[in-house]
Every structure is written in structure tokens, then in C-alpha cells.
């Protein structure tokens, strides 16, 4: 069911834009890494919704978890959630330290989806026009409830063997400015869809955070995230045709990446140079 | 304008109740610890305010600053925060240990407040009469910005010298739990107002960790805070006349108490004998 909401396209992005000229065993390289590339990232995600299928079961009172289960698992997939995945293990980290902070950032994706696409009196035009299994006061409600579920969860994996309290919390705080007061606060550009470019941001920093990543390596992939998730907000506001900016994001997201060794760089890479997960996600505009 | 929100009256809950007798000299007494009790939540109010004053100014842009200041400060106070405070100095610990953690508690309080609130187009009657200074879609939004920020509040009171980071997680674990999930789950004896009786539950139990508790303190205190939180929902529901279950939460919660030193359980316990704070939230019903 998760796969449904990948789709790994092309979209207007080529390789062509860095790589001016693609021999013909470079093009096959590309595919050969596309199709690498996609398990990557499909395996990241797929480890994602097993954690939170775990986390968030049906059961009773159904009246509560039918529909928290449902707006958690409904909503498009963001691809924040696996880019603090894939920020872990490029600082050398294990997996399993980021699952839990990934599976948080998509509870906070969920709730911000379900309201953002709920049935207000005073709604502009557009109207959202996703199908609406439950009333908007449950959509509301329940969105309140993933949002604090989704913290539970991050403070829940506290490990005293493992001594991480302090970046847990560090996660908890770049988490918490993601989707609060920061993300409401337009950015510097006036770019819309400002909640997923901080939710980027966050995810690639707290990867990095509880891989063990050092400073330079957490600022880095930071930003990494932050022009990750401009790219990806750019791409969801389909028909528009911003190549211009798309490229000079990709340029700087690389930029950061010039610090770690270049063979970890490959899987990561590939979230902003158009053989990535085009997550369908439609954003605030 | 903060005090304006605290009504200290007697409402139907007498000191007889309890004491049956009172003879002139106690009724003295009863007077004066009135008063007294009244600075002392009084006083714990306005620090909580100060402190949530200084943490969200009134600042540009001010389309996000001055909806989240107004949907901060114009729902009623929560005695769910002051209780936090109470139960750290009750255990021994400085009021300043707790004023984060209650100001977090009055933020999710708010956004509950405010989404409780919010005109939707299925709401159900009575349909909320509160003054609305915003549309609809801003208090939506401001409401799920003002839940996070608490969370960040909270995760940014870490303090490396005082090596209080496990301790902090166990406060959001708490908090987060009682406005999740759980809230959402009906308690067994089918009560409405969970999330008032969550709140005053994890309140207590958060002062108690922070003030430095042990074990056998802090459940004793979640317990206390979870009676309280009962009466206090029960009081906001106007009109109703439930002696009886206020009688026997208020036994159960004083029982709580007498594990303490009886000298230091005077001012918490008003909350539960009727000089207890009145705050004058509606919570759902």
C-alpha cells in the first residue's frame, strides 16, 4: 500500500543538468543506479511504515484508532521522513537510531495533511478535494492527537544504555521549530510551502543528530535537507516551470555534500538530482 | 488581565465537607488560609504568565505573532499548569524547575481551547459562542504551531550542568501522553473533560519529576492531579449538581496526600477542598 504513494519519476529533472554530456555506459550507470536507488528508498520506507503500523494498530476503541490509523496511514508519504534515514546512515549510523525520529516526522506530515486539507466554513478557493472518510471535527481531533503521539514516541526512545537523552531532545527541539512557530513564518524568498522545507531540514539534521554525526556534519546535512525539501516543495506545485531555481538549489544541496567521502554520497544524492522520490504530496500554497 | 481569568470562590464545595465542625477560631483560620491561598496560586499564575509573556512577544511578522499571542493568552487559565508548580514545591523543588513545564501545559491547554472552539462546518449544537478574532483556517493553523512550541520550550529547558535531560523526557512522555492518545480514549467510567483530567494528572506528575520526587511521590501526585483534574472538570460543567463524585474524588486525592508532610500539603490541597482555584474553562462535554 506505502509503494503506491512512491513514485519514483524523472520528472522535469534530468542528470543532463549536472552532466552535460551522458556517454552511453555513463546512461546505463544512471539506470543501473536508479534501480538501486529506488530499493534504497523504498526499503527506508518500507521500514518506516512497519514501525508505525506497530506504533499505531487498530484496535479499540475503534472510535479513537480506526481514524487515527487511518489519517496516519492515508496521506502521501514525505520524503523528510526517509531523508533522516538516509542522514544517519551517511554519518555512519545505524538505521534503527533514526526509525523512530522518521516515523515521528511523518506523524507531524500527517497531521499538518489532514489539516490542511480539512472542510473549514471560510476556506479560498481551492477546496481540497481528497475524499473524506470521517467529519471534519474527528480530522481535527485526531490530527491533535497524532501530533503529540508522534513526540511521545521520539521521548519513548530514550535508551539509558545507550545514554542518548541528549540527542533526543536535540531531535525533539528541531522537530518542534519545524512544524511551530518557524514554519509559519515565511522564509526569506517568500517561498510557499515553507512547513515542508523545515520538515526536510529537521529530518536531515536529526539523522545526522542521532547517527552520531559531529557539528560540521549535522550544519551540513541541514542544509542539505532545507534545499532537499525546497526542491520537493517546488516539484509537488506541479505545472509550474522552475528549472532555474531547481538547479541552483541542487547546485548548493551538492555543495554540502563535497564534505562527506564521495562513495557514501551516491543513495542520498539522488533526493535532489531527479532520479529521487517524487513524493505526491501537495503542499500549503 | 491574566488574574481577571481566576475566580477564587467557594462554589458549591465547603471546608465542612470535610470538617464537619467548625468553631470560630478554625473558621479564622479557614479565612486566612484563603487569602493566603489565594496569593500562592495567584502568584504561581503570574509567574507562568511572565514566563509564556517573555517567550512569545508580540513581534513581526505579526500576521504569525499576533494571532499565536492572542490564541495564547485569551483561553482561560488551566489549573493543570499551577498544579504543576505546586507539586514541584511540594517535593521539594524550586518553582523555577517547573515554570517551563507548566507553561507548556497552559500551550497545550490553549491550542485544545482553541480548537475545541473553532466553528466548523459539522459541529454539532451547542456551537461555540466564544468571541472568534480570527477566521477559522488562522486558528487552526495557530493552534497546531502553539502545540509544538510547547514541546520546544520544554525540550530547550534542557540543562547540561543539572544533567536533567532524562528527566525532561519523562515530563514529555507525561504531557504528550495526556493529550494524545489516551486522552482521546474515554476513561472507564465513561467521565467527559478527559483531557482536563489528563492534563491535571500529568501536570502533577511532571511538577513532581522536576522537583526532584521519588517514585513513590510522583504516582502518589499523578494520582492527586488526576482527582483534581476530575473535580475541576466537573466544576466547569455548570448547572450539574454531582456532590457525591466530588465528595469521593476529593477523599481519594487528599488520601494521596497523606503520605506527605502534613505542614507542606496545606496549599495543594485547596484544590481540591473548595478555596481551590475556579478557573472558568468549558472544557467538552
Not at 499505531?56 to 487511518?70: D, G, Q, S, Y
Not at 485526531?142 to 501530533?147: A, E, K, S, V
Not at 511521545?152 to 528541531?174: F, Q, Y
Not at 544541496?253 to 539522488?270: G, N, P, R, V
Amino acid at each position: 500500500m506505502a509503494s503506491a504513494y512512491i513514485s519514483i519519476s524523472r520528472i522535469n529533472l534530468s542528470h543532463r543538468a549536472i552532466s552535460p554530456s551522458i556517454s552511453s555506459k555513463r546512461r546505463y550507470t544512471t539506470i543501473a543506479r536508479v534501480a538501486q536507488n529506488q530499493s534504497y528508498w523504498e526499503s527506508i520506507q518500507s521500514d518506516i511504515d512497519s514501525h508505525l503500523k506497530k506504533a499505531i494498530p487498530i484496535r479499540e476503541p475503534l472510535t479513537v484508532f480506526e481514524p487515527m490509523h487511518h489519517l496516519t496511514f492515508s496521506p502521501p508519504r514525505t520524503s523528510a521522513s526517509a531523508l533522516c534515514v538516509a542522514a544517519c546512515e551517511l554519518v555512519g549510523g545505524n538505521r534503527a537510531d533514526a526509525i523512530v525520529a522518521a516515523s515521528a516526522i511523518h506523524l507531524m506530515h500527517a497531521d499538518i495533511y489532514v489539516h490542511d486539507n480539512m472542510l473549514l466554513t471560510d476556506r479560498v478557493e481551492p477546496r481540497p478535494t481528497i475524499p473524506h472518510k470521517f467529519d471534519p471535527q474527528i480530522e481535527l481531533m485526531t490530527g491533535d492527537g497524532i501530533m503529540p503521539f508522534g513526540f511521545e514516541l521520539l521521548a519513548g526512545s530514550m535508551d539509558p544504555a545507550s545514554n542518548n537523552a541528549d540527542k533526543i531532545l536535540r531531535v525533539i527541539i528541531e522537530i518542534s521549530r519545524a512544524i511551530g512557530s518557524e514554519a509559519m513564518v515565511s522564509d526569506q524568498d517568500h517561498e510557499a510551502n515553507t512547513q515542508i522545507h523545515r520538515l526536510h531540514e529537521s529530518g536531515a539534521a536529526s539523522g545526522a543528530i542521532l547517527g552520531g554525526g559531529n557539528e560540521e556534519e549535522i550544519e551540513r546535512l541541514k542544509k542539505f535537507g532545507l534545499y532537499a525539501g525546497k526542491i520537493q516543495g517546488l516539484l509537488n506545485k506541479m505545472g509550474k516551470n522552475e528549472e532555474g531555481k531547481i538547479e541552483k538549489w541542487r547546485a548548493l544541496a551538492l555543495k554540502e555534500l563535497e564534505h562527506f567521502d564521495s562513495k557514501k554520497i551516491e543513495q542520498i544524492s539522488t533526493i535532489v538530482t531527479g532520479d529521487s522520490l517524487k513524493f505526491s504530496y501537495v503542499g500549503k500554497s
